[in-house]
């Protein structure tokens, strides 16, 4: 498989608004793209779903393909929209998947700012925020564990 960049018209950006099996879809996801310790389960997707400050988009491979390529996971508050998960499967990495994913979340809502906490080890992650413009804000120590520290980054919006 190739790593072609994909292009706007390639993959369909959806919001997620209770469609169905798509919270089994995310897990699957979750499961092969996080660290164990950090995947959510089934029931714990559903539960933060249900909150109403979150925010789900979600990529298909476009022309009516219910297949999720990855997807994002953001909490709104007064001033803040927060990313806590992106994820991208793995075969469809490197195509501007996560990039596409993060624009749109970022075009579509109206707050000053945009938070996430990144392991400054995580390179790919790391230059994916760098790419987008989110600047160092502060360092959470011992945040994944003692001696693993977590960077808090933020970029202003308005
Ligand atoms: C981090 C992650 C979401 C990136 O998703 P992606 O769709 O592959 O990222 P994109 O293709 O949109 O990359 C956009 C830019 O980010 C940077 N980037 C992304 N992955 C990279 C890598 N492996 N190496 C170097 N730079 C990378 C590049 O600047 C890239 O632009 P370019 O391809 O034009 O050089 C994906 O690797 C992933 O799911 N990782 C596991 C989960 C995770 O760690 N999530 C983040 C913390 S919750």
Redesign the pocket.
């Known amino acids: 498989m190739g790593h072609r ?1 994909m292009g706007q018209s390639d993959i369909d950006i959806i919001r997620y608004k209770g469609q169905a099996k798509v919270v089994e879809k995310l897990h699957a996801i979750e499961k092969g ?2 660290p164990r310790s950090l995947a959510l389960s089934a029931d714990e997707l559903t539960k933060v779903l249900k909150r109403p400050n979150t925010v789900l988009l979600f990529a298909t491979s476009g022309s009516s393909s219910t297949e999720v390529l ?1 997807y994002i996971l953001a909490f709104q508050n007064k001033l803040a929209l927060h990313f806590s ?4 499967a793995e075969a ?8 596409q994913l993060i624009l749109e979340a970022l075009s579509s809502t109206k707050k000053s700012f945009a938070t996430l906490h ?1 392991d400054p080890q ?4 790391a ?2 925020y760098q ?1 987008l413009g989110f600047q160092l804000d502060g360092v959470l120590e011992d945040y994944y564990r003692a001696g693993k520290p977590a960077h808090k980054l933020q970029k202003h919006l308005l």
């Open positions: 960049p793209g996080l990855g998960r992106v994820v991208v469809y990495r490197r195509r501007g998947i996560a990039k990144v995580n390179q790919p992650a230059l994916l790419s």
